[in-house]
């Protein structure tokens, strides 16, 4: 056995094994017992994510055995993935351990981290692609709606599963016109794909909606299904969007608007996973004003180190469970909690964090750009926001003691983001935070971060003066405006096809076709059938009598006429 | 050997399930069981011979045919064949046909002997139909289908389904006569001596082609295919009448029109369909824009699948009419497609709304928590009716859209009808399988039965199969070269 053969082998193992797990686990799981769940769900995650690891070892240390696919930002994106799945699916055993069908939720879970296993170990957009980028909205959908709470069943997701099938069908079409005469229609679509994926303006008003989901299925759905496969759809084609500007243009000033609203609506009084939500939408939007600014490695580091800082927010901060875990559970120190999550909100923002990097990256990038401006205030606005949001967080943690909290998935995130972001300095040198400029702006953005964390908590303490409310009410509007627009563009759409829906069904079918066309002849043989029934009864020469005086009183006024 | 083997294959295709239907006939009033074991292993063995016929075309067996004089003096003759295009067709009624045999349980139970043998005699006229290469035998065929589906959808629980069977009985009647007139027209038209060979024909219009002629077949196939606007007595008859007509209306009547298109009207007129392509082209797209806007308006969920099927089905009618190799047969593979998803969509709806007593979309939910597999199960059906990548659907709906490249309108408005049609498919999946289950207003009686999921998943597993294989398999969904290799043309 060979090293390319053992490669080939990891490379299927990156989304068959999580498939093998999900059937197993949606056969089996109501059989076997909780150690045995635990097991067969994290070995599922953690199988892609050892896979992913030695064929990131193989490309380092022998890149000759080394199969093409998956390159260097496909395992990016496949370790990533993987650990975030990990992550959550650790959480998961404790947060829903009390529910009975847990191991189909699980199930789902490995079956989204296969769908995009199969998505990012494929060499080129194709068909297989395309495959793996519907089935990862399919099994988003279906997570994102997995025992929400709601008054009229399945409507969580649904939408979510509506912007999933327009950014499928747009790159299905980009597919199409890929050989055509005009390149730059395809490079749209592609781009107009990733952005629907991804949620940005106007895409975003599947946000607010994920507050109805569990926290593991929130953030799963936030970054492995959205921003993750987004950035590396941009990412396989940042050369073709450097030859149409224009386009770029698009990319900037749509990522700019995604990131005024987000961090607006992050700032209104809502539940903690929303605002969780909006900031994600936030950190994904920055990413990709990396590409805008044409560095993608600044948009492959924002999108990972934002994933993993957020996420676990998203286990600590999540809609809290209805029914908690077994007693056998104990209940923790709510001190650990703040510890964990004051901790995070400290690594995550400082050197050397991915987040850092990222934002480090961009700024240096931005440097040297026209449009430069506007990018360093938008990350500067996002640093300040981020802050904030983390320090309105942190005080919505849960504060009596006794509640069973599970810290440890977090704790895994934030800790992953750092030893990355280490090794990414000690690997690359002062080039991975864009050198002395990027050092320089990055930590000015986290000057930033800590004033917006600092004013949070004095604007909480402060009464809010009434000359204020109106500034408040104006951001509840944009943000308000920003989510109708985002509920505009599927129930505008949706509307006007039901109408015409409405139209061709009554209108064609029932009054033109069936009541001319073809109810015309089964009109005539029922007729038929009811006059031969009527002689038949003997009711006819009666009807006769009264039809034929009719028509002779009738001829007799028209001839006296 | 092989071809003395392939012919008597082939003759067992079409009568035994006719066999079997004058067996469970003869069969006594009470011996329920009997009939029931009866028509399964003759269903089964229709299926057992088509796989035969598999086999033996692994070693080059296919075109088979069968040949002989039946009333030479009027030119027609007892011509039966099988090429790659009919073998799998075949294939796919003797699927649905066992499908709908062991999985539909009748309307009534005192029915359950008429239910066999209409059943197997719908399945006896759409396989005759499919290896018929005489048009008398085709006709003879197409027409016998309408007796047992015209029992099997009248004689439901309070006879829901007359209304509908006397619509789909009537219109059919409507649209053969003028089959009939084209038929002897055309007969006349190819000269001397008088044949009704479809081989010979085909070979005799090549030279010449018969201007006009091919109107008179398009109300049949049309109608039969529920495309606009002969569409209307599909979805009125899918939401009325049982469960095992539901599943063979969807899975065998629908592709056998489009399969009349294929096998009489691109066989002797040619690619153009002697100058019906462009119109049927815009009556398939329309058929799907309509199918698609219609379905996201409809409360029953059997109207709503289908005018599911009725967006695949136009598609599959875009696909014929289009002319190219790859277009054909990604029209063929629609045509496979619809009668898979739909047999598959309709036998679950048929036992959910069975159980729940209902057919409102919205009186259907929480099927996740009840019967996660059997509602998961549904998921392939309806995404493949979408044209979703992955399913069988998407493997016909692809090579489509690739010939369309050249006609922008068309491709905007086939895209658009693809969205609407995977949207509304998802969200009915979402809408079913989502939400809180009131046990207390579901049926309390055992459902779905055990053969019901094996039969389902058996279909799903094929659509996910052809459609997972067509996309990993980056050599092979070359559509042209898939379509030469199948040998699509104008004579076997």
Same mark, same amino acid.
């Given at each position: ?8 082998? +990891?490379?299927l &193992? ?13 056969? &089996?799981g ?25 064929l990131?070892g ?6 000759g ?37 847990? #191991?189909?939720?699980?199930a789902?879970?490995?079956? &989204?981290?296969?769908? +995009? ?11 297989a ?6 089935g ?5 959908g ?12 399945g ?5 979510? *599963?509506?912007?999933?099938?327009v950014?499928?069908?747009? *790159? ?23 952005? @629907? ?6 895409? #975003?008003?599947?946000?607010p ?9 929130a ?11 987004a ?19 698009w990319?900037?000033?749509?990522s700019? +608007?995604?990131?005024?609203f987000?961090l ?5 009084p809502?539940?903690p ?23 993608p490695v ?10 993993? &800082?957020l996420?676990?927010?998203?286990l ?26 004051l ?9 050397p964090?991915?987040?850092?990097a ?23 606005a ?8 983390l320090?309105?967080l942190h ?19 934030s800790?992953? #983001?750092?030893?990355v972001?280490?090794?990414g ?30 004013? +949070?908590?004095s604007f ?11 500034a408040?009410?104006l951001?509840? *509007? *944009? ?12 129930l ?15 209108l064609?079918?029932?009054?033109l ?6 109810g015309?002849p @089964? ?10 029934? #009527?002689?038949?009864d ?13 028509a ?10 | ?23 469970v ?9 009997l ?15 088509w ?20 009333v ?7 011509h039966?064949g ?8 075949s ?17 009534l139970?005192?029915?359950n002997?008429s ?19 005489d ?25 829901r389904?007359v209304?509908?069977?006397t ?9 053969s ?24 024909l ?15 077949f ?5 109608m ?34 489009g ?10 007129f040619?690619?153009?369909l002697?100058?019906t392509?462009h119109? =049927? ?8 824009l309509?199918?698609?806007?219609v379905?996201?308006?409809?409360r ?5 699948l ?7 089905t ?11 190799p ?9 045509l496979a ?19 729940r ?50 006609e922008g =309108? ?17 969200w ?13 207003l ?9 053969r ?41």
């Amino acid at each position: 056995m060979t090293l390319s053969s053992l490669a080939n082998a +990891a490379v299927l &193992l990156t989304w068959a094994a999580p498939v093998a797990a999900s059937l197993l686990l949606s056969l &089996l799981g109501g059989r076997i017992p909780r150690r045995g769940l635990t097991l067969l769900s994290l070995s599922g995650s953690a199988l892609p994510l050892l896979c992913g690891g030695f064929l990131l070892g193989l490309r380092w240390l022998d890149p000759g055995s080394a199969p093409p696919a998956p390159d260097g930002t496909a395992l990016w994106a496949l370790l990533l993935s993987s650990f975030l799945a990990l992550g959550a699916l650790w959480q998961a055993q404790r947060s829903v351990a009390a529910f009975s069908g847990r #191991h189909r939720f699980y199930a789902l879970m490995m079956l &989204l981290l296969a769908a +995009a296993g199969f998505l990012f170990t494929r060499a080129a957009l194709d068909l297989a692609f395309l495959v793996g980028w519907e089935g990862l909205s399919l099994s988003g959908g279906f997570l994102a709606g997995f025992w929400a709470i709601e008054e009229r069943g399945g409507r969580t997701g649904v939408h979510w *599963l509506l912007l999933g099938r327009v950014s499928g069908l747009l *790159l299905l079409l980009s597919l199409l016109t890929a050989a055509g005469p005009h390149p730059e229609w395809s490079t749209s679509l592609l781009l107009a794909a990733a952005l @629907v994926r991804a949620g940005v303006v106007p895409f #975003h008003g599947t946000v607010p909606e994920l507050g109805r989901s569990r926290s593991t299925a929130a953030l799963l759905v936030q970054t492995l299904a959205s921003w993750v496969p987004a950035v590396f759809l941009l990412d396989r084609v940042q050369d073709s969007l450097e030859r149409f500007p224009v386009l770029l243009d698009w990319l900037l000033w749509l990522s700019l +608007a995604s990131v005024a609203f987000s961090l607006v609506a992050a700032m209104q009084p809502q539940a903690p996973q929303k605002i969780v939500g909006w900031l994600t939408m936030s950190a994904g939007s920055l990413a990709l004003l990396g590409f805008a600014a044409g560095d993608p490695v600044a948009a492959l580091t924002l999108c990972a180190g934002g994933a993993l &800082l957020l996420a676990g927010r998203f286990l600590l901060n999540g809609r809290p469970e209805a029914e908690t875990g077994p007693d056998e559970i104990a209940a923790g120190p709510i001190f650990r909690l703040r510890a964990v999550s004051l901790a995070s909100a400290v690594v995550a923002m400082a050197p050397p964090a991915l987040w850092f990097a990222g934002c480090a990256r961009l700024l240096a990038a931005a440097a040297g750009d026209e449009r430069g401006a506007w990018i360093t205030a938008a990350v500067f606005a996002v640093q300040f926001g981020m802050g904030a949001a983390l320090r309105r967080l942190h005080e919505a943690l849960p504060a009596e003691e006794g509640a069973r909290c599970w810290p440890w998935p977090a704790l895994l995130f934030s800790v992953g #983001h750092l030893i990355v972001g280490a090794a990414g300095i000690l690997l690359f040198g002062e080039a991975f935070w864009g050198g002395a400029t990027g050092i320089r702006l990055g930590l000015g953005a986290v000057l930033a971060a800590g004033a917006g964390w600092l004013l +949070a908590g004095s604007f909480a303490r402060l009464k809010v003066a009434p000359r204020f409310i109106g500034a408040r009410r104006l951001m509840e *509007l *944009l943000a308000d405006t920003g989510l109708g627009l985002g509920r505009l563009v599927i129930l505008l759409p949706v509307g006007l096809a039901k109408a015409l829906g409405v139209v061709l069904w009554r209108l064609l079918g029932d009054i033109l076709i069936d009541g001319l066309g073809t109810g015309l002849p @089964v009109r005539t043989v029922e007729g038929t059938g009811l006059v031969l029934r #009527h002689l038949h009864d003997g009711r006819i020469r009666r009807t006769l009598l009264i039809a034929a005086w009719t028509a002779l009183a009738l001829l007799w006024a028209w001839t006296r006429s | 050997m092989d071809g003395s083997l392939a012919r008597i294959l082939l003759v067992c295709l079409p009568s035994l399930p006719a066999l079997g239907a004058l067996a469970v006939g003869v069969c006594p009033p009470r011996a329920t069981r009997l009939a029931r074991s009866l028509g399964w292993a003759f269903s089964l063995g229709a299926l057992g011979a088509w796989i035969g016929l598999w086999w033996l075309s692994k070693n080059g067996s296919l075109p088979v045919s069968l040949e002989f004089p039946w009333v030479p003096e009027l030119g027609i003759g007892f011509h039966l064949g099988l090429d790659a295009v009919g073998f799998w067709f075949s294939g796919l009624i003797v699927m649905v046909g066992g499908a709908a045999m062991i999985g539909t349980l009748p309307g009534l139970p005192d029915l359950n002997r008429s239910h066999l043998v209409c059943l197997l005699l719908a399945e006896c006229g759409m396989l005759g139909a499919v290896a018929s290469w005489d048009l008398i035998l085709f006709i003879a065929f197409w027409e016998v289908t309408l007796v047992p589906f015209f029992l099997l959808m009248g004689r439901g629980p309070e006879l829901r389904g007359v209304a509908a069977a006397t619509r789909f009985f009537v219109t059919s009647i409507a649209s053969s006569v003028v089959l009939w007139v084209g038929v002897l027209l055309l007969v006349r038209a190819a000269g001397e001596p008088r044949t009704f060979d479809l081989g010979e024909l085909s070979r005799r219009f090549e030279a010449a082609p018969a201007g006009g002629l091919a109107w008179f077949f398009v109300p049949a196939f049309v109608m039969r295919l529920a495309v606009f606007p002969l569409h209307t007595w599909f979805p009125v008859a899918q939401s009325d009448s049982p469960v095992a007509a539901s599943v063979m209306l969807a899975g065998g009547v629908l592709p056998l029109g489009g399969f009349g298109v294929y096998h009489l009207l691109h066989r002797i007129f040619g690619a153009q369909l002697g100058g019906t392509a462009h119109a =049927l082209a815009w009556l398939g797209l329309g058929t799907t824009l309509l199918g698609g806007l219609v379905a996201l308006v409809q409360r029953d969920l059997k109207r709503l699948l289908a005018c599911l099927c009725l967006g695949q089905t136009g598609l599959a009618l875009l696909g014929l009419s289009l002319g190219s190799p790859a277009a054909v047969w990604g029209g063929l593979v629609l045509l496979a497609s619809a009668g898979l998803s739909g047999a598959a969509a309709f036998l679950f709806a048929g036992v959910v709304c069975q159980a729940r007593d209902s057919q409102r979309v919205v009186d259907i939910s929480g099927l996740w928590r009840r019967q996660p597999l059997f509602s998961g199960l549904f998921l392939p059906a309806v995404a493949s009716l979408g044209a979703l990548p992955g399913t069988v659907g998407f493997s016909g709906a692809w090579p489509v859209l690739r010939e369309l490249q050249g006609e922008g =309108l068309m491709l905007v408005l086939a895209a658009f009808a693809l969205l609407v049609l995977g949207g509304a498919g998802l969200w009915t999946s979402r809408r079913l399988s989502g939400g809180v289950f009131q046990a207390d207003l579901w049926n309390s009686s055992r459902w779905p039965r055990r053969r019901q999921v094996v039969v389902l998943l058996l279909l799903a597993g094929v659509i996910l199969a052809v459609g997972l294989w067509t996309a990993l398999d980056q050599a092979a969904p070359d559509p042209a070269a898939a379509a030469a290799s199948m040998g699509l043309g104008r004579s076997p």
